[in-house]
């Protein structure tokens, strides 16, 4: 069964409350991106947008190609979040993984302070 690489940065983390989609998905790594993005607050779920200054962090996983469409229809891709090719920075060095990208308006969501989802409680 082909394996996918996919970056995830907010409610599919591990201790977050959609982790369990990830199902049988193998972790790999703890991995932040290269200062290209950054996340837009939505409420209940972060936004990854690819205009930013920031580096986001997040884990990496390889997941099935049956968990890939079962977690498009999740993310809502490609209407709500499209998925995509993100850059890691080093040490990643795990050849290419994707990543879900908002695609709605910018004005459903706050900017988000800083790159881990994790420190929303610290954010005004």
Known sequence: MPEHSIFVYGSLLRGERAHGLLGDGHFLAAAGT???YRLLDLGAYPGLVDNGGVAVEGEVYAISAQ????LDRY??????FRRGPVALAPPW????????????PMSAGLPFVGGDWRTRAQNP
Not at 67 to 70: I, K, P, T, V, Y
């Open 75 to 80: 993310e809502g891709h490609p209407d709500a």
């Open 93 to 104: 060095d795990g050849g290419v993984v994707e990543a879900w990208f908002y695609r709605g």
């Open 67 to 70: 968990r890939l469409a079962e």
């Open 34 to 36: 290269l200062p290209a």
